[in-house]
């Protein structure tokens, strides 16, 4: 928190007039590259933005239907940066997540802290002649009524975010082997492919979980081409590319909601019902579990 690119930019802008961020992506190849759309969406609604764009869909004149990461910033063809897009717009968009209530201020010569910006909203007051201060939580934990969000990198090697909202709830990061709990839901994550994984469920009418009558569920990774050849470092993989379709990991958890659930189904690419997940249930809550058998990346929960 604070090292990165939308707090600093959080930092800068102007708090008496409107603010877009022009740009913004993780380029690919990253294994953490499913993070780009809903960390977007945590931060322009805590920091109450009007719009982030992400550059690009797709940098080409052609190839519209391509399938598989093909260039640095193309979200177009990439399923793990894709498939968690609408839920982010739910977070922003449809106002999921509310704006954080208190706001720290620099000046035109001072900007605030950056690792304020999930604590607080911050920016620059033309008219102010001092920056304002405020402690930074270790684990830069913000709540406020119906809603918590929080940012725990006291430990690199597990750092993850939190969200926990009436109609949308889940996390993203490094959560391989650890169980999560929010309001109505228990998430534990077993063992996944280079530790990171973003598992996220909303309401498709923007009612609370619990009352909605349709859930969807998304968990994904990374996802790369058969063929894509790393460097040694693993940081780049130049112009080996490869080709699509692209292979995406199997995120692996047992989940539990309480809700009156009816039934489960693991959907295809267009949101087609593929299978059935079994569940069970014990008075108000259903447990399940997700993984790689059901070759997909989310599925839609129907409550009774």
């Known amino acids: 928190p604070g090292s990165d690119k939308l707090s600093k930019l959080a930092a800068m802008r102007l708090l008496d007039r409107p603010y877009t961020v022009s740009e913004w992506m993780i380029p690919s190849p990253h294994d953490y590259g499913a993070s780009v759309a809903p960390f977007a969406g945590v931060m322009a609604s805590l920091q109450d933005w009007d719009g982030v764009f992400f550059f690009q869909y797709h940098g080409q004149n052609k190839n519209w239907d391509i399938q598989g990461p093909h260039d640095f910033f193309s979200m177009n063809g990439h399923p793990a940066k894709l498939a968690v897009a609408g839920i982010a717009a739910n977070l922003f968009c449809r106002g999921d997540l509310q704006p954080l209530p208190s706001v720290v201020a620099g000046t035109m010569r001072q900007a605030p802290l950056p690792e304020l910006a999930v604590t607080h909203r911050i920016g620059i007051d033309p008219q102010a002649s001092d920056v304002g201060q405020a402690s ?19 430990q690199q090697e597990r750092a993850c975010v939190q969200i926990n909202t009436p109609a949308t709830r889940g996390l993203f990061g490094l959560i391989a082997g650890r169980e999560f709990q929010s309001e109505g839901v ?13 598992i996220l469920i909303s309401s498709t009418d923007g009612k609370p979980v619990e009352k909605s009558k349709t859930l969807l569920l998304t968990a994904v990774g990374r996802a790369e081409n058969p063929d894509m050849i790393w460097n040694q470092d693993r940081t780049s993989v130049g112009r080996k590319w490869g080709k699509g379709p692209a292979r995406v990991n199997g995120i692996a958890a047992d989940l539990s909601l309480q809700a009156p659930v009816a039934a489960i189904y693991a959907l295809d690419g267009a949101g087609n019902r593929l299978s059935q997940v079994e569940f069970h249930k014990q008075d108000t809550e259903a447990s399940w579990h997700i993984g790689s058998e059901y070759q997909t990346l989310w599925y839609e929960i129907e409550l009774e």
């Open 186 to 198: 228990r998430i534990r994550v077993g063992q996944v492919d280079r530790d990171y994984g973003c």
């Open 136 to 154: 930074v939580p270790a684990n830069r934990y913000h709540e406020t009524p119906g809603q918590t969000v929080v940012w725990d990198a006291s």
